[in-house]
C-alpha cells in the first residue's frame, strides 16, 4: 500500500523539476528489448555501444516485455537513450567527465550526428520516432511496485524459514517495505526490485539445496534441479545489475561452511556455476564474441564510472573504513528511521539478538548446511562485500542492507518473545 500509493508522487519526466534522471535511461533502454526480442538482431552493432554495456540487459527486456504485454509503444529507436546520455552527461558530470570521455568511451559527436540523420531519415518517411509518455513511466513504475511485493514475498519465505513464526516472518516484510531508505528508492524506474528478487530467489533455492544435500541416500535429481535455480537466480541477478555480486558471494561462502558430501556438493557447485554463467552470457550479446574479455571491459567501465559519480556527489561520499560504517549504520541499519534512545536501544537489541540466533543456528547446522547457514552467508555477504564497495549515497544500493537488516531485527523480536514465553512458563512452573 504505502508502494502503490507513491507511484504518481514524482514527475514522469526528468525535466520537471524533482524528477529522477535514471527512468528515461532504464525506459529508453528498453530498446535492446526490441534488438533482442521482437527484432533477433543480435549481432546489431547498437549492441557493442555505451548503452549497452553501461548496465546489464535483464532490467531493460523487463521493462521491455511490460510495454510490449501491455500494448504500449515499444521504443525502437536507439535515439532516445543515445540523447539520455549525451544530455545528462553534459548536464551532470561535464568537469569530471571531461578527463574521463575517452577512457569511458562515451557517445561521440560523429555517432550521435549519425543518429540525428536516421530520425530525420525516419521522419521523413511517416515513421516517428518513440517518445516516451506518462503513461509508459507509470507503467514502469508499476513493475517496479511489483518487483518489490515479490521480493517482499520471498523475504517472508527466508525469514519462514529461519523462525518457523509466520507473525515474525510477515514482520520482516513490514520492516522492509516501510522504512526511509526502500520507499523512495522502489516507487520509481530502477531496477533495484528485480535485484531484490533474484538475490532472495537464490538464498531461498540455496537454502533448499543445503537441506537436500544434508539428507543421507537422497537422490540426485532434485539436489541438482535446486542447484540449477541457484545458478539460474544468481546469474540472472548479475546480468541484471553487478549489484548482485554479493549473492554470489553467499553461495560461495555457504558452501565453504558445509561440510560432508564432498562429492554431491562439487556437483551442485559445478551445476550452480555452470547454469549461472551461461544464462549470464546468453542474455547480452555484447559478451558472445568474447565472454572473458568483454565482461571485464564491463567491470571496468562501471568502475570509472562509479568513480566519476562519486567525484560529482555533494557532499562526498566518506571514503574512511569509519566514515563508511556511518553511512551504512545510519542507513542500511538503521533505515533512516529517527529513533529516540530508547527505541534505538530495542532496535539494535533485537537486531544484534537475531544476528546471535542466525550465528548459533548456523554452528547448530554443525556444519551440515541449512536456512541458518545459507542465510548468515547472504547476510554478511551483503554487509561485506557492499559495505566495501559503496561509494555513493543513494537510497537504492542501500536495499540489500534494508532486506538484511528487517530479516534479524523480525529474528531478533520473534527470539525476544521465545524468551519471554519460556521465563514465563518457567515461573508458572513454580511451586506455590
Known sequence: MVLASSIDKSPYTYFAPGGEIDEANWLYSTYYYDLFFVRHDWTNRDWQRLPAFDQPPVAKYIF???????????VESPAGIDYWFSSTLSAYQI?????LERRTQLPRPSELYRYLVSLFSASRSGEAPTQLVEDDYRLGRKMVVAFSLFSTLLLVAAARAVTRNAFAA????????????TVPALRIVFCDSFCSFFSLAALLSLTALLVQLRKPGASRRPALMWSALVGASVGLGLATKFINMYAALAVALAFTLTRGARAARLRSLAVVFIVGAVLFVAVNPYLWEDPAGKLASMFHHRFLTMESQARVQMPAFPSTFG???RVVFRKGVMLQHRFG???LAL???CFLAGLRRMALGARDELGGGGAFTATL?????????????INIDWNRYYIPFAMATS????????DAFNALKERAAAFGNLPS
Open 64 to 74: 521491455g516485455a511490460a510495454l510490449h504485454l501491455f500494448h504500449h509503444k515499444l
Open 95 to 99: 568537469q569530471p567527465m571531461e578527463r
Open 170 to 181: 510477515l514482520l520482516a516484510g513490514v520492516l522492509f517495505l516501510n522504512n526511509g531508505v
Open 323 to 325: 566514515g563508511k560504517a
Open 341 to 343: 534512545w530508547t527505541a
Open 347 to 349: 532496535w539494535l537489541g
Open 377 to 389: 552467508a547472504w547476510i554478511g555477504s551483503a554487509f561485506l562485500l557492499n559495505g566495501w564497495l
Open 407 to 414: 530479516l534479524l531485527v523480525a529474528v531478533g523480536i520473534d
